[in-house]
C-alpha cells in the first residue's frame, strides 16, 4: 500500500439540495496536490447536485433516510471510498452519533448564518433568510464549523458578515451569502485540512 504522505485525502460533500457549494468545492480542488474530492452523497433522490457530480465525473449515492443510521451501511460506503473527510454543504439530516465519533474533528458544516443567531432545528436555507429579514436584522453572513451531535452547535471555524439592506428580499439576501460562501468556503476546508492532515 502507499504511504499516507503519497496519497491525496479523500473528501466526501453531503448534500441535500442544489448542490452550488459542492459543485464549488469540485472546481476548487479539481487539481489540487493534496485534497480530492472522491465521493458525493446525497439523502435526496432527486436533488441536483447528483446532476452536477455526475456532470464532473465524482462518484455519487444516494443513502435513502432509514439507512443513514445504519453504521455497516453508511461506515461501509465511506469506507469503500476511503473518506478521511467529510463537508456538509446544505445537508439537511442530522448525522448519527457514531458518524459524529469516528469522523471528530473530521466534518465540516457551512451554516447562512453568523450562528448561534438563526441556527437549530428548521433553519435552513431560505427560512433562515426570511426569519434574519423579518427580525429588521442589519446583518447576515456565514458561518463555518465543526460538526458535533446537535444542530450548529460544533465550534465554530470561520465567520463573515454582510449588510442586510430594507430592500433586501429572501432571494436577494440568499444571492448575497451564497457569494461569500463560494468565496470561503474552499479556502477554509483546504485551511483545516491541511491542518488536520500536516499538509
Ligand atoms: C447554503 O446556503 C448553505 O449555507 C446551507 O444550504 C445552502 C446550500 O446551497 N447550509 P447550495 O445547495 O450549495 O447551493
Known amino acids: 500500500m ?14 441535500s439540495g442544489n448542490g452550488s457549494n459542492a459543485e464549488n468545492l469540485i472546481e476548487y480542488f479539481r487539481n489540487h496536490e493534496n485534497i480530492t474530492i472522491a465521493l458525493i452523497v446525497s439523502n435526496n433522490p432527486e436533488a441536483y447536485v ?3 457530480a455526475h456532470n464532473n465525473n465524482i462518484p455519487h449515492r444516494v443513502i435513502p433516510k432509514k439507512l443513514w443510521k445504519d453504521e455497516d451501511f453508511t461506515h461501509g460506503l465511506l469506507k469503500e471510498h476511503d473518506i478521511e473527510f467529510i463537508v456538509l454543504a446544505g445537508f439537511l439530516l442530522l448525522l448519527p ?11 465540516i458544516n457551512i451554516h447562512p448564518s453568523l450562528l448561534p443567531a438563526y441556527g ?3 433553519m435552513y436555507g431560505q427560512n433562515v433568510h426570511r426569519a434574519v429579514i423579518a427580525a429588521g436584522e442589519k446583518k447576515s453572513g456565514i458561518t463555518i464549523q465543526y460538526i458535533n451531535a446537535e444542530y450548529d452547535k460544533g465550534d465554530i471555524i470561520f465567520q463573515q458578515g454582510c449588510p442586510v439592506s430594507g430592500d433586501d428580499t429572501p432571494e436577494s439576501l440568499e444571492e448575497k451569502i451564497h457569494e461569500l460562501e463560494h468565496k470561503h468556503f474552499p479556502v477554509i476546508t483546504e485551511k483545516v485540512i491541511r491542518e488536520v492532515f500536516h499538509l
Do not use: C, N, S
Open 97 to 107: 452519533g457514531w458518524l459524529v465519533k469516528k469522523y471528530d474533528q473530521r466534518i
Open 120 to 122: 437549530g432545528k428548521g
Open 2 to 15: 502507499m504511504e499516507k504522505k503519497h496519497t491525496k485525502v479523500k473528501v466526501a460533500i453531503f448534500a
Open 50 to 52: 447528483l446532476k452536477r
